[in-house]
T-cell receptor, first 113, second 113 residues
């Protein structure tokens, strides 16, 4: 069974630009969560989607948004990029919101200059 | 406020030298506690889920245990390939359900020959 895939793997953007990251969950998984990982803050929860609906949201500004499509694929968008947005963005999938285990993708490394 | 604390921050072991990593938590409504392994530049790899105090799970040289306030990851006779960052995360009972993991900052393990 293929794992969680994320594209692109690496991205360099300039302050003020916006970026869209993509995540394809494990086949059959309907819940997709996004996390930001930085050396200073560690892994922090951004949001979770299930059946195209946002179920939970972390403490991030409104510049961070996401969506989920009917095939469970998900995208997250960051607008008006800041230097502090440089991070590894991780996507995790789970069969449902009542199944606890989450399986992570390889991440997208975003660098903002 | 929900908190997850891991110790030590870094650990250096000789091959074959057994040790334990600690994850203490102060949360309300714990649904599950997770252990992940993360190699540099990669996404976290799922290891274990523990749901209730007294529960234990094993996988190769790793054994995870859970009490009401903390979890231990015991590493028996480690090998250099066990070198990685080990992350602990808790999942809480959320109104409306859903998946949200709160992570500790991890223990960076180095196993030397």
């Amino acid at each position: 069974k293929a794992g969680v895939t994320q594209t692109p793997r690496y991205l360099i953007k300039t302050r003020g630009q916006q970026v869209t990251l993509s995540c394809s969950p494990i086949s059959g998984h309907r819940s997709v969560s996004w996390y930001q990982q930085t050396p200073g803050q560690g892994l922090q929860f951004l949001f979770e989607y299930f059946s195209e609906t946002q179920r939970n949201k972390g403490n991030f500004p409104g510049r961070f948004s996401g969506r989920q499509f009917s095939n469970s694929r998900s995208e997250m968008n960051v607008s008006t990029l800041e230097l502090g947005d440089s991070a590894l963005y991780l996507c995790a999938s789970s069969p449902s919101t009542s199944t606890y285990e989450q399986y992570f993708g390889p991440g997208t490394r975003l660098t903002v200059t | 406020e929900d908190q997850v604390t891991q110790s030590p921050e870094a650990l250096r072991l000789q091959e074959g030298e057994s040790s334990s990593l600690n994850c203490s938590y102060t949360v309300s409504g714990l649904r599950g506690l997770f252990w992940y392994r993360q190699d540099p530049g990669k996404g976290p790899e799922f290891l274990f889920t523990l749901y209730s105090a007294g529960e234990e799970k094993e996988k190769e040289r790793l054994k995870a245990t859970l009490t009401k306030k903390e979890s231990f990851l015991h590493i028996t006779a480690p090998k250099p390939e066990d070198s990685a960052t080990y992350l602990c995360a808790v999942q809480l009972s959320l109104t409306g359900g859903g998946n949200k993991l709160t992570f500790g900052t991890g223990t960076q393990l180095k196993v030397e020959l």
